[in-house]
């Protein structure tokens, strides 16, 4: 890691960790003022999933802007679009306007993840790339998670709470200011398209979607799935955060092993592991050191899967391709957080509470299908 530009990974990494502190404040923040005015938790649903479809709307069109404006100077216009929807939330109680500015701020996050994971791939050296990936996803991590702990420190103790998580946005602009534009340039940024990029991207597209999926999953409904394997209320509720404790703390180890022993047999490795962990789910609930140590043990493997989805984007693109690449990984997210968690809700009620743990062991299968696929093309190419 000799190499790495530390002034300008330092910046990116503090700026989109000031972000990921706004994003983390805002989820929670949304759903509790939803809940006071005592809309039904369908509609909370509804007005949280619109971020999503924000996300996935941008992102054809990223590449384009960079093009326009420069990286720098997009992202910091998706720093003033979050910050001034999220300030607009304060002045409206209307649900439906309110799904109209989640959707503009999902949009304006999908432009500085795409944007913000191309950059870090572009000035990570190769030989450490896995690291330094794995450092922006903790650090950005670690700022979503306080976010809610930031919510509840302040709770009530604000008369403009989302104005103030709109301030938390405009906050990362400094830093932002700090980076070296050029490190990322715009010249070649229109040729790239999508129809061009995405065939050389399959593994990468479904481990995004994977790792999307997992995500969303985890947080609304393992509390849901552990209370009904018998597992106490609080401990159910502290299931998604263990989860979260073995994504964030053991990614640096994996990139590192992603770095030592190649990326692509980690990142197949890691999905091999997943596909393991989720059938000992029901059984690991009737004892409490074995359902604690899956849960860490899937919280690490599914999100190195997302990390390394993320270094391969660098190591197979640069350029105009590496800005669309990182789109498509967005786009992926998008589609998967939308979609996922209705599809799962309406299988757990349908067949039964085990559809949880079903269909992330699919999707994940799907992830290994595509690793295999690339495997044997590259081996009839050769």
């Not at 910091?76 to 439906?96: D, R, S």
């Not at 990326?263 to 059984?283: E, N, Q, S, W, Y």
């Not at 409490?288 to 860490?296: R, S």
Request: aromatic share 10%; proline share 4%; glycine share 10%.
């Amino acid at each position: 890691m000799k190499n790495l530009p530390w002034r300008d990974f330092s910046a990116l990494v503090i700026s989109i960790g000031i972000v990921g502190l706004g994003l983390g404040a805002t989820m929670p923040l949304t759903a509790l003022a939803l809940d006071a005015r005592g809309t039904g938790t369908r509609v909370i649903g509804l007005v949280t999933a619109a971020s999503a479809l924000g996300i996935l709307g941008v992102a054809p069109f990223v590449t384009g802007w960079v093009a326009r404006f420069g990286p720098r100077r997009t992202m910091m216009g998706g720093v003033w679009v979050a910050a001034l929807v999220t300030a607009a939330m304060q002045l409206t109680e209307h649900v439906w306007l309110w799904c109209l500015l989640r959707i503009a701020f999902g949009a304006a996050l999908g432009v500085l993840f795409t944007i913000g994971e191309a950059w870090v791939n572009r000035i990570a050296p190769d030989a450490s790339r896995g690291r330094v990936v794995a450092l922006y996803t903790t650090s950005f991590t670690l700022f979503q998670l306080a976010g809610p702990a930031l919510v509840a420190l302040l709770d009530g103790r604000l008369a403009w709470p989302f104005a103030a998580c709109a301030a938390l946005f405009v906050a990362a602009l400094p830093g932002l200011a700090l980076l070296n534009g050029t490190r990322l340039p715009a010249e070649e940024e229109a040729h790239a398209r999508w129809q061009d990029v995405l065939p050389r991207m399959p593994m990468i597209a479904l481990g995004a979607a994977f790792f999307a999926l997992f995500d969303t999953l985890i947080l609304a409904l393992l509390p849901v799935y552990a209370m009904r394997q018998g597992i106490a209320t609080a401990l159910a509720l502290l299931s998604a955060t263990v989860v979260l404790v073995g994504d964030t703390a053991l990614q640096f180890a994996m990139g590192a092993l992603a770095d030592r022993f190649g990326r692509f047999k980690v990142h197949v490795g890691c999905g091999i592991a997943v596909c393991l962990l989720l059938p000992l789910l029901p059984l690991a609930a009737g004892t409490p050191w074995l359902w604690w140590t899956v849960l860490l043990a899937l919280g690490a493997a599914a999100g190195a899967i997302y990390m390394l989805a993320l270094v391969a984007c660098g190591e197979r693109f640069d350029g105009a391709a590496l800005t669309t690449a990182s789109a498509i990984v967005n786009a992926s997210w998008g589609i998967a957080s939308a979609a996922g968690p209705l599809a799962t809700g309406a299988l757990m009620q349908g067949i039964g509470i085990h559809a949880l743990p079903a269909v992330l062991f699919v999707v994940c299968a799907l992830f290994l299908g595509s690793a295999w696929w690339e495997w044997r093309t590259k081996r009839q190419e050769l």
